[in-house]
């Protein structure tokens, strides 16, 4: 087997790079500086999910009946999927601070491609290009985390995913309410803007790191699949990712479905503040980090994993018509997955310094595709027999999650050992 390749993080601590110069990787980064990664994360990410509460309004401008419309965020699926195996990996080979704001630029660009649309075509060949350029909100995670000192890594990448996170749950909610307001194209049109603004603040604030491998595209893309295939680590936690992402996507392929009939009767904008509350889960899930940082990732996945499966627990409840319990469960569940994702990030990102973006689009590719999984999952389940069956089906899952994580502790002990 090929040695592994050396971490680089032993370097010293020296105080943070000024903005826009070049900075040290592994020696340490300026709190406003995470800051600023949380909230760039959050709003590149956002452009993947704006469009999906203004399909109505697209299917109604083209005269297009709604399984049509849905093309628009099945593209924008699997724009992100290329994009994470085609794009994130050059973070290692070019430098960081350049690629973001050109993949920026791009996608601002497509954002007003899409609002000018003649045609519903348009429109969806500007969704594929920016949904492959939002891919820049894995990049920036991966960027944070190489500029992380090893001791505060699992913090850092904890605040920037919890920025990550809350820019999905958000941009549902504020599409929706600005497209009812001014009009599909108006939404296209302010996160054209938005884009565009972070792009210029990213390079005026960022620091230039000079990338750390130097290989043929070819070979880099080439690389991803050796380095899966000589990190045990790595390949547990993406089986663990792609599992508790599996779960989590359960839930919400098929929560909607639930809301809408008695004894709720939610509309559109009701559910879309259910989804709000994920909010909380989310925020509190950056505490995983800390706990990742003090190499007590695996007491800290067995906790996370007990509360994704006692959080099934409420979600079925009388059937999931008692709101309290419900919403409880919707808290649990996003607490704990996306304190898993905080702690597996931690842990993948210990292994090589020089291919964490590589790193990076293994985990986020098997991540993505769990999500896929199950979404489909809920969906037969449900056609089938209920909400009780899509309880069914993420508590499976979530035992299933707690085997990994036992297997991975046996393997991390044996190996310690």
């Known amino acids: 087997m090929t040695p592994r390749t050396p971490a680089r993080d032993a370097a010293p601590a020296s105080p943070p790079a000024a903005p826009s110069s070049a900075a040290d990787p592994g020696a340490g980064i300026d709190p406003r500086l995470v800051t600023l990664f949380a909230w760039a994360c959050g709003l ?33 699926q699997l724009g992100y999927a290329a994009g994470l195996a085609l794009l994130v990996p050059l973070g290692d080979v070019t430098e960081r601070r350049r690629i973001v704001v050109v993949m920026l630029t791009v996608t601002a660009v497509a954002c007003a491609a899409a609002a000018a649309a003649p045609d519903f075509a348009v429109l969806v060949m500007a969704m594929a290009v920016l949904s492959m350029c939002t891919v820049v909100g894995p990049m920036l995670v991966a960027f944070a985390a190489t500029l992380a000192a090893a001791e505060e890594r699992g913090k ?31 939404v296209f049109v302010a996160a054209g803007v938005l884009t565009l603004a972070l792009a210029a603040v990213l390079r005026l604030r960022l620091p230039k790191v000079e990338p750390a491998a130097r290989l043929s595209y070819p070979a880099l893309l080439g690389s991803v699949l050796t380095i899966l295939r000589e990190e045990p680590v790595l390949r547990r936690r993406c089986l663990l990712g792609f599992v508790t992402f599996a779960g989590f996507n359960a839930f919400w392929a098929s929560v909607a479905f639930l809301l809408a009939r008695p004894p709720y009767h939610f509309d559109a904008a009701l559910i879309g503040l259910v989804g709000l509350v994920g909010a909380v889960g989310a925020y509190a899930a950056r505490i ?45 569940l996003d607490l704990g997955v996306q304190g898993i994702q905080v702690t597996n990030l931690s842990v993948i990102y210990r292994l090589r310094a020089d291919a964490r973006s590589r790193i ?57 050992a």
């Open 44 to 76: 590149a990410v956002a452009n993947l999910y704006y469009v999906q509460p203004l399909l109505n309004g697209i299917a109604d401008a083209f005269r297009l009946g709604s399984g049509s419309a849905s093309l628009v965020t099945t593209v924008g």
């Open 288 to 332: 995983a980090g800390r706990f990742a940082d003090r190499r007590l990732d695996r007491q800290a996945s067995g906790v996370l994993l007990a509360v994704v499966l006692a959080s099934w627990g409420l979600l079925a409840l009388n059937g999931g018509h008692w709101l309290i319990p419900l919403l409880l469960g919707v808290v649990l």
């Open 360 to 416: 990076t689009t293994a985990y986020t590719t098997t991540y993505f595709v769990g999500g896929f999984a199950g979404s489909a999952a809920s969906g037969a389940a449900y056609a089938a027999a209920g909400w009780g069956a899509v309880c069914a089906v993420g508590a499976g899952l979530a035992l299933l999650a707690l085997l990994v994580w036992a297997v991975d502790a046996r393997a991390g002990s044996a190996d310690a």
């Open 156 to 186: 850092v990448s904890g605040r920037v995913m919890s920025g990550l996170l809350l820019g999905i749950l958000f941009a549902r909610t504020g599409s929706g309410l600005l497209g009812s307001w001014a009009g599909w194209r108006a």
